[in-house]
């Protein structure tokens, strides 16, 4: 398989501005999402894109660029689509770190975490509690080493266990992240774009 096509925020930006713009997914959770993402994105979480991609990928009828926050997850996604067939696709290099980073517009709504400082947060947790708590009971200690397993697993595979267990928690999810309403959203969009709204 070909290796991830990137385009950079400059080049996206004049996209965005021409008369035939990509389609820009943003595959972060919707809590991320709902912080701050780039005008006419559509939030298509990771996990959902994974398990509804055909149903998907049926309505990406143009250029495709996928977002996260720094390109992880975006490439990611960008293995997904192209294990479908889907050619299209591009990343935007640095995610939307590197697009709030050279001044581009974002909408923001409610702050919140993104999913990489959460696992950071609660392996951290559960390191240092467990490493405290091996005081009295030295066998806590191996939890510590398992989270530290799990971490190493994680950047070997590029996958994150823990990061997609939070990302199911109610705090990451938002109201409309659910597949019924991503394709409904995808769907409109296509009509309006070929005219038949």
Same mark, same amino acid.
């Given at each position: 398989m070909p290796a991830p096509m990137a385009i950079d925020c400059q080049d996206l930006r004049q996209l965005l501005e021409s008369a035939s713009p990509p389609r820009v997914l943003d595959v972060r959770t919707p809590g991320e999402f709902e912080t701050a993402h780039i005008a006419g994105a559509y939030n298509v979480p990771l996990d959902l894109l994974r398990e509804h991609r055909d149903e998907i990928i049926r309505h990406l009828d143009q250029d495709v660029v996928l977002v996260c926050r720094s390109g992880q997850r975006a490439a990611q996604a960008d293995e997904t689509l192209r294990n479908a067939g889907l050619t299209n696709v591009h990343i935007l290099a640095g995610g939307i770190t590197a697009w709030e980073a050279k001044g581009f517009a974002v909408n923001r709504g /409610? !702050? =919140?975490?993104? *999913? !990489? =400082?959460? /696992? =950071? *947060? /609660?392996? %951290? %947790? +559960? /390191? *240092? #509690? #467990? +490493?405290l708590g091996s005081i009295a009971a030295p066998r806590l200690k191996w939890v510590a080493g398992a989270i530290g397993g799990g971490l190493t697993i994680a950047a070997l595979s590029n996958t994150c266990a823990m990061g997609m267990l939070l990302s199911k928690l109610p705090y990451n999810r938002g109201a409309s992240c659910d597949p019924q309403t991503i394709v409904s959203q995808l769907v409109d969009s296509t009509e309006k774009r070929g005219g038949r709204s």
């Amino acid at each position: 398989m070909p290796a991830p096509m990137a385009i950079d925020c400059q080049d996206l930006r004049q996209l965005l501005e021409s008369a035939s713009p990509p389609r820009v997914l943003d595959v972060r959770t919707p809590g991320e999402f709902e912080t701050a993402h780039i005008a006419g994105a559509y939030n298509v979480p990771l996990d959902l894109l994974r398990e509804h991609r055909d149903e998907i990928i049926r309505h990406l009828d143009q250029d495709v660029v996928l977002v996260c926050r720094s390109g992880q997850r975006a490439a990611q996604a960008d293995e997904t689509l192209r294990n479908a067939g889907l050619t299209n696709v591009h990343i935007l290099a640095g995610g939307i770190t590197a697009w709030e980073a050279k001044g581009f517009a974002v909408n923001r709504g /409610v !702050e =919140r975490w993104d *999913l !990489e =400082r959460q /696992v =950071r *947060l /609660v392996a %951290g %947790g +559960i /390191v *240092l #509690s #467990s +490493i405290l708590g091996s005081i009295a009971a030295p066998r806590l200690k191996w939890v510590a080493g398992a989270i530290g397993g799990g971490l190493t697993i994680a950047a070997l595979s590029n996958t994150c266990a823990m990061g997609m267990l939070l990302s199911k928690l109610p705090y990451n999810r938002g109201a409309s992240c659910d597949p019924q309403t991503i394709v409904s959203q995808l769907v409109d969009s296509t009509e309006k774009r070929g005219g038949r709204s």
